[in-house]
């Protein structure tokens, strides 16, 4: 790369950033090499600060489903920052905002606004053991919700790129109470709900695994989990804050026509701005104070300049924003299954609805332990060969591919003949 600005603000990031990044994600640990400093978005690409472009495929992890500095969304936030950044009181936004959630995602009677996935998650998880007094909670190895105590154990995302099985800072006794089960295996969630399911305040999944590469959910699984939830009294959530607005408006439960007691938000609900949410039967939510004796506060939630984007953004999600969005992503898919193949390459290409994934490993995986144990070596050589042909990819091969409304069909060519000529290369090497 020879002495760059990223190079530059790299050095100085180390010195005053643990790590240099303020988001473990960001780093490029996991692949090698120096994190490209971004300037600024354009549509489908980003421009680094040496000028460099890329075609994005990460999308700010997810919620630029339209691309970046959308017109609607930039106007919206432009407009809110000129009335005031941040007023402490309640503001007519927040009302439309949530109507708007209640409105798409089935299982939302009514929402409390956050400002991170993590805090969505945390107070989900608070208010579940409120609402039943009970403690235990049940999750799924590999399954990423959030850095809190309770949820860090057996993370995907950033944890699982890493290497950390817990973190040092969570303490025994938070972790105690969280129980874990491998994703897709109901033997093991029927054990777990017969051994434990008298003190089990919830069951908690992301429906469409996004933080261990893309490990959908088997035909009848979510279902299933359903059932399970309901025979032991617990609240089933759906963390559903990639899944959300992405894989369907009214997310992976309307997708998979099941409908879970809570719902995790995040991501598009702001338009690309510190903006999360967390809803579910009117019942639950009204354990939240001030209604109910669940104590969850935010100074900045329902931020004004974050709302007015996310609400402009979700207005733009009409089904013809849908359609294109599928469009683009089975095309694109499919010029990877190609390219791959045509280089005897031994890929898997994954895709569940409008979310994609590229796992070097010999057949689909079914849990953590199949991504895990996939080629993250020959992940990161494919990363560097595309990036230095100006596709910017996930910098871990733990992560997903985004794709954007932005795309256009030159463009998913283009990514594909990259993808074709590392392939090559890494065949001709290997």
């Known amino acids: 790369m020879g002495s760059s600005t990223s190079e530059h603000l790299f050095e100085r990031a180390r010195a005053a950033i643990p790590g240099g990044v303020n988001s ?31 075609l994005d495929l990460v999308n700010s992890w997810g919620p630029l489903l339209l691309g970046h500095v959308r017109d609607e969304v930039r106007q919206a936030a ?63 190895v590999g399954h990423y919700h959030g850095h809190s105590d309770a949820l860090l154990v057996a993370a995907g995302s950033g944890v699982a790129t890493l290497g950390i099985p817990g973190s040092p800072g969570v303490t025994e006794g938070a972790a105690a109470d969280t129980l874990l089960v491998p994703w897709n295996d109901r033997d093991a969630v029927a054990a777990a709900v017969a051994a434990h399911g008298d003190d089990l305040a919830a069951i908690l999944c992301e429906p469409v695994p996004a933080n261990m590469n893309l490990v959908a959910p088997e035909d009848g699984f979510l279902a299933f989990l359903r059932a399970q939830s309901d025979a032991c009294g617990a609240v089933l959530v759906f963390d559903e804050v990639i899944s959300g607005f992405r894989v369907a408006r009214g997310g992976a439960q309307q997708l998979h026509d099941v409908v879970p007691d809570l719902t995790v938000l995040g991501k598009i609900v702001g338009g690309g701005f510190p903006l999360a949410a967390f809803g579910g039967r009117a019942d639950l939510m009204d354990h939240l104070a001030p209604a109910g004796p669940v104590y969850q506060a935010g100074t900045l939630s329902g931020n004004p300049v974050a709302v007015a984007a996310g609400l402009a953004q979700l207005r733009l999600l009409t089904d013809e924003v849908y359609e294109r969005l599928g469009a683009v992503t089975d095309r694109l898919v499919t010029g990877l299954r190609e ?32 991504v895990a144990a996939a080629d993250h070596g020959r992940y990161a050589r ?34 594909v003949e990259a993808a074709a000529e590392v392939a090559s290369a890494l065949a001709a090497r290997d």
């Open 78 to 140: 432009v407009d809110a920052i000129g009335r005031g950044s941040s007023f402490g009181a309640p503001t007519e936004g927040e009302v439309e905002l949530a109507e708007a959630i209640v409105a798409a995602v089935p299982s939302v009677q009514k929402v409390r606004l956050v400002n991170s996935g993590t805090e969505a998650g945390m107070s989900a998880i608070r208010l579940a053991r409120g609402a039943t007094g009970r403690s235990k909670l049940l999750k799924f």
């Open 24 to 54: 473990p994600v960001r780093a490029f640990d996991s692949v090698g090499g120096v994190p490209r400093f971004i300037a600024r978005g354009e549509g489908a690409e980003l421009v680094d600060v040496d000028g460099n472009r890329y």
């Open 382 to 415: 494919f990363f560097h060969g595309m990036l230095e042909r100006g596709i910017y990819l996930a910098p871990s091969g733990y992560e997903v591919v985004f794709t954007s409304t932005a795309l256009r069909d030159a463009d998913v060519a283009r990514i």
């Open 339 to 370: 390219a791959f193949d045509a280089a005897g390459a031994t890929v898997q290409v994954l895709q569940h609805a409008t979310l994609a994934g590229v796992l070097f490993a010999e057949g689909p995986p079914r849990r953590y332990e199949d």
